[in-house]
């Protein structure tokens, strides 16, 4: 089992940044990556970024050169800094754990952007 809390959100004008935290404790030592997802009112859940053990990264099309994740190994904890944001940003922000074949995911946090 793995358990994953998320911080970080919060309201912020467009153009602002903000910086998620997730972290993971329990049985982290199979997880091969860790990711952001978000969902939109109205709208399925979304990977955002994605970073694997060795340190591979992804991103969304959308959030490419705003947005960096990123991981503290020794806190087990990844990071989503979040530049430039945008009012379509807004949405519940979910962090997620592979580890194949399970997934695990944190609560969420909020984040809101006012144009």
């Known amino acids: 089992q793995v358990q994953l809390v998320e911080s970080g959100g919060g309201l912020v004008q467009a153009g602002g940044s903000l910086r998620l935290s997730c972290a993971a404790s329990?049985?982290?030592?199979?997880?091969?990556?860790m990711g952001w997802y978000r969902q939109a009112p109205g709208k399925q859940r979304e990977l955002v970024a994605a970073?694997?053990?060795?340190?591979?990264?992804n991103y969304a099309d959308s959030v490419k050169g705003r947005f960096t994740i990123s991981r503290d190994n020794a806190k087990n904890t990844v990071y989503l800094q979040m530049n430039s944001l945008k009012p379509e940003d807004t949405a519940v922000y979910y962090c997620?754990?592979?580890?194949?074949?399970?997934?695990?995911w944190g609560k969420g946090t909020l984040v809101t952007v006012s144009s």
């Open positions: 997620n754990a592979d580890e194949d074949p399970v997934d695990y």
């Open positions: 970073i694997t053990s060795g340190g591979s990264t």
């Open positions: 329990g049985s982290i030592f199979s997880i091969n990556a």
